[in-house]
């Protein structure tokens, strides 16, 4: 995944663009957000044929499908259950879910149903199968953070303030997605549930800490999913399973876990988000010619620095092709200081991590830790509170999965320290951050172009990672 900083270098709200309030409800953020969409064209989406069904569908294409009588949640719920099931006994085994119950799936999804036979939909999300994290509270499932034991010390009470909006717009929820445990790592890598396997290659890592939410949109189970992300862990899976990962602006989201957002396509759910949120108006006559005002940033040296010159070169062509198509402007930049912010990050979000889990650890828990995370809180005890105020002043394809590190847990941390080679800006400094897929290595392992914005251009960075998806589709399929 490499990385680019693409903004306006103006603190103006973009043209295009429409700015939903705080004061009002999900489901009418939503429909207003939608409105900002061009019109669905069903001829231009794989609507039948599809073997199984509803692989690689995308949101619009089940609501569609609903409001046309084609097929039901309940029908869509059946084809989840079959598939969670056949990718979880396959040899080896593909572990997405940490909690899973079919009957409670079929139950949301009958009622999306009858609320479609009743012709009283609640969104264009009602019906939308969405997988969670472990480490978000999806009431009534437990919270375990992929560990053996937190749900029983920790048990939950409500929804986390995401879900709970999602359910007001009729969002079914498959169940609470694999993780690294308790975050702590960016592989993916879990023996206590088994590790989600990348389904481009299921020899590799799928990334983490969201290992589970990218596998199971990557698999095409699901259209979208909910993760978190403090260093990296939406969009390092996101980029490694060949799909899109947003990371918003530091304070735009609900902090109880920061939700973040994996899709297999550019248009997200919006109901999450915490406002005022500008969305680009994709339906705006000046839509193409905003683009042409952007300013791209592009450190040469950081964007070149990757295992293989392939992956660069591909982002690279990338940013041609849309410089051409759009006329966006490229502009060499130098960003100081890395090395530093890499320090200050780990210490920042070590410090903080011992800190919160050094009750439970001290507490007789430790030997409840995978070897990975006992390894990390050892890392992480060992700053000092000096470290910790020093740091607050101041790119591979998926690597394959080690036989032992099933069993033990990874502990190759040059591994982790290039997987998160790109990602540590955004998280130490709070900027709204996405990779988009933009194409594949000479191993068929995708490769994402990660775009930084300024703080709340969300906007911006949503536009964007339109128009790049747009034209990289359309050199992949043809």
Known sequence: MNAVTADHFSKKPEQGVVLLGDDRDPVERVEEALQCLPPYDPSVHRMTDDKPPFLYWKIRDFAHAYRSGSTT??????????????????????????????????????????????????????????????????????????????????????????????????VVFIGKANMHELGLGVTGNNPNYGTARNPHSIDRYTGGSSSGPAALVSSGLCSAAIGTDGGGS?????????????????????????????????????????????????????????????????????????????????????????????????????????????????????????????????????????????????????????????????????????????KSGESDYVVSACLMRFVLAGNLLGLPAITVPVGHDKQGLPIGLQLIGRPWGEASLLRMASAIEVLCDDIMNN
């Open 234 to 406: 939406v969009r390092i899976p996101s980029s490694l399973c060949g799909i899109v990962g947003l990371k918003t602006t530091y304070g735009r989201t609900d902090m109880t876990g920061q939700p973040a957002k994996l899709t297999s396509s550019a248009f997200l759910s919006l109901s999450s988000l915490q406002s005022p949120l500008c969305v680009p108006n994709l339906v705006s006559p000046n839509s193409k010619n905003i683009l042409e005002s952007v300013k791209i940033g592009k450190y040469t040296e950081w964007f070149h620095d990757v295992s293989d010159r392939d992956i660069s070169n591909t982002c690279e062509d990338a940013l041609k092709l849309l410089c051409s198509s759009f006329g966006c402007q490229i502009e060499e930049i130098i960003l100081p200081e890395l090395e530093e912010m890499r320090t200050a990050h780990v210490v920042s979000i070590g410090t903080e991590s011992f800190c919160d889990l050094k009750p439970h650890y001290k507490a007789g828990k430790r030997t409840a830790f995978t070897l990975d995370t006992r390894t990390s809180l050892a890392l992480f005890g060992s700053f000092t509170s000096t470290d910790y105020v020093a740091s607050q002043r101041i790119s591979i394809t998926a690597p394959k999965i080690p036989e032992s590190a099933l």
């Open 73 to 170: 949640p309940s029908a869509v719920a059946e084809h989840i259950i079959a598939g969670v099931e056949q990718w979880s006994n396959k040899k080896p085994p593909m572990p997405m879910l940490v909690y899973f119950n079919a009957d409670d799936l079929r139950k949301q999804a009958d009622a999306s149903t009858k609320r479609f036979q009743q012709g009283n939909p609640i969104s264009i999300l009602d019906g939308i199968f969405i997988a969670i994290k472990d480490d978000i509270d999806c009431f009534p499932y437990p919270s375990k953070g992929a560990t053996t034991f937190f749900d029983k010390i920790r048990p939950v009470e409500k929804d986390a303030v995401c879900v709970a909006r999602l359910r007001k717009c009729g």
